[in-house]
Nanobody
Framework: QVQLVESGGGLVQAGGSLRLSCAASGRIFSGNYIGWFRQAPGKEREFVADIRWSGARPSHADSVKGRFAIYKDIAENTVHLQMDSLKPEDTADYYC??????????????????WGQGTQVTVSS
């Protein structure tokens, strides 16, 4: 079992910044993935970024590359998503997820095993 708790969402103006946090506990190991996804009203959940629990190999969706950065604070055992230059189209519920299964990996919601409760991000124009 893995427990995930997100925090850091809120309301921000376009061009602003927010930092989301995902605190993970339980049976999670260095090679497992932590991912961030988002879901806007009426849309499917989409991949934003992922990273190994060790903090290695961060990866970002093209839509956020250069604006968002995923990283792990090893001392806090927390994965953060730093979001800069936010746009109204970034408005969504953001979810942290953990993948602990082995096998081929494709960065998609179906590849993940555990999910947090979500945190809302609203970017006003």
């Amino acid at each position: 079992q893995v427990q995930l708790v997100e925090s850091g969402g809120g309301l921000v103006q376009a061009g602003g910044s927010l930092r989301l946090s995902c605190a993970a506990s339980g049976r999670i190991f260095s090679g497992n993935y932590i991912g961030w996804f988002r879901q806007a009203p009426g849309k499917e959940r989409e991949f934003v970024a992922d990273i190994r629990w060790s903090g290695a190999r961060p990866s970002h969706a093209d839509s956020v590359k250069g604006r968002f950065a995923i990283y792990k604070d090893i001392a806090e055992n927390t994965v953060h998503l730093q979001m800069d230059s936010l746009k109204p189209e970034d408005t969504a519920d953001y979810y942290c997820a953990a993948r602990v299964r082995v096998g081929d990996y494709i960065a998609s919601a179906g590849a993940y095993d555990y999910w947090g409760q979500g945190t809302q991000v609203t970017v006003s124009s």
